[in-house]
């Protein structure tokens, strides 16, 4: 078992800046990769970015490319994501996600408002 647990969120004006963390307990080793995904009012869940936990490698979603970083500190057991320069089309929930060894688990998700 894997428990995830985001924090971070808040409000946040357009063109600041947030970080959000995602403390992960449990058979980490068993996770390749973490991911942060988002729910806006409304919509699905859409897909933010991940990291690749063997070499770091880290991927985004074309809407969040260049402005969000997501880093991870493996003493810690913790993932981040550096949100810089937010928009008000990033309001949303936004949750980590643990994937290895055939299945996935998720974090119960922080709340993001960007306002104007």
């Known amino acids: 078992q894997v428990q995830l647990l985001e924090s971070g969120g808040g409000v946040v004006q357009a063109g600041g800046s947030l970080r959000l963390s995602c403390s992960v307990s449990?058979?980490?080793?068993?996770?390749?990769?973490m991911y942060w995904y988002r729910q806006a009012p409304g919509k699905g869940r859409e897909y933010v970015g991940e990291i690749r936990r063997s070499d770091g490698h880290i991927d985004y979603a074309n809407s969040v490319k260049g402005r969000f970083t997501i880093s991870e500190d493996n003493a810690k057991n913790t993932v981040f994501l550096q949100m810089n320069n937010p928009e008000l089309d990033d309001t949303a929930v936004y949750y980590c996600?643990?994937?290895?060894?055939?299945?996935?688990?998720w974090g119960p998700g922080t709340q993001v408002t960007v306002s104007s």
């Open positions: 449990g058979r980490t080793a068993d996770m390749d990769y």
């Open positions: 996600n643990a994937a290895g060894g055939g299945t996935d688990y």
